[in-house]
């Protein structure tokens, strides 16, 4: 490989790793460099790839409002939902995944008029019921849904995008890794997405 110098570096693979940036997550392909100086290299894909804007002058990094979720609920009151039962084994699953995401930076404890409950989703990946991983946890949000205002634009037909495919130049697939939880939410309304369980929001 070559770098920006035009100096040889040789590759001795690639790897797969989150990265988060404020709001931003995303998962990212590195190649793995012998006697690089410097510890990490975001390059010109990355910045294309997440819309980042960079501000060189005042070494500040953004993601542009386009790419910021807002949750407009308008004048309706929050909405409050008693956490699911669970039978014991189910119980020590969700709090696998609770602190698993605590752990990991995905969530935070949080003081909220909103409460939503915890569905686990069996996973078709073959594990043991009694398997962490082989649930999948996910956030009931139907009644929130219900209260919020979309924005309302067209999507792209299927068929316009296939007939289109001789002329890109480039494509590529992205496999993200819990993706409904890398979405950027505005600020403000990061209480309006708070769950609950049995032991609180």
């Not at 988060?20 to 294309?48: M, N, Q, S, T």
């Not at 790839?49 to 501000?55: A, E, F, H, P």
């Not at 139907?142 to 299927?158: F, G, Q, S, W």
């Not at 995008?161 to 993200?176: E, K």
């Amino acid at each position: 490989m070559i770098t920006a110098q035009g100096a040889k570096c040789r590759n001795i693979g690639v790897v797969e790793l989150n990265i988060r940036i404020r709001e931003f997550e995303k998962p990212w392909l590195f190649h793995v460099l012998a006697d690089l100086e410097y510890p990490c290299i975001l390059g010109i894909d990355f910045i294309d790839g997440s819309k980042i804007i960079l501000d060189f002058d005042r070494k500040l990094s953004a993601i542009p409002d386009s790419q910021i979720n807002k949750i407009d609920t308008g004048d309706n009151p929050p909405v409050v939902s008693r956490p699911y039962r669970y039978d014991r084994v189910k119980k020590e699953i969700l709090d696998y995944h609770v602190d698993k995401m605590l752990k990991e930076g995905t969530i935070i404890p949080i003081q909220s008029p909103y409460a939503l409950p915890v569905v686990l989703c069996r996973k078709n990946n073959g594990l043991l019921p009694d398997n962490p991983e082989a649930y999948r946890f996910v956030v009931n949000y139907r009644k929130l849904n219900a209260n919020t205002k979309y924005p309302r634009y067209p999507l792209p037909l299927i068929d316009d995008l296939i007939m289109n495919i001789s002329l890109t130049g480039i494509m590529s697939a992205l496999d993200l890794r819990s993706g409904y939880f890398q979405m950027a939410v505005n600020p403000s309304d990061i209480v309006k997405t708070a769950f609950v369980t049995k032991n609180g929001t």
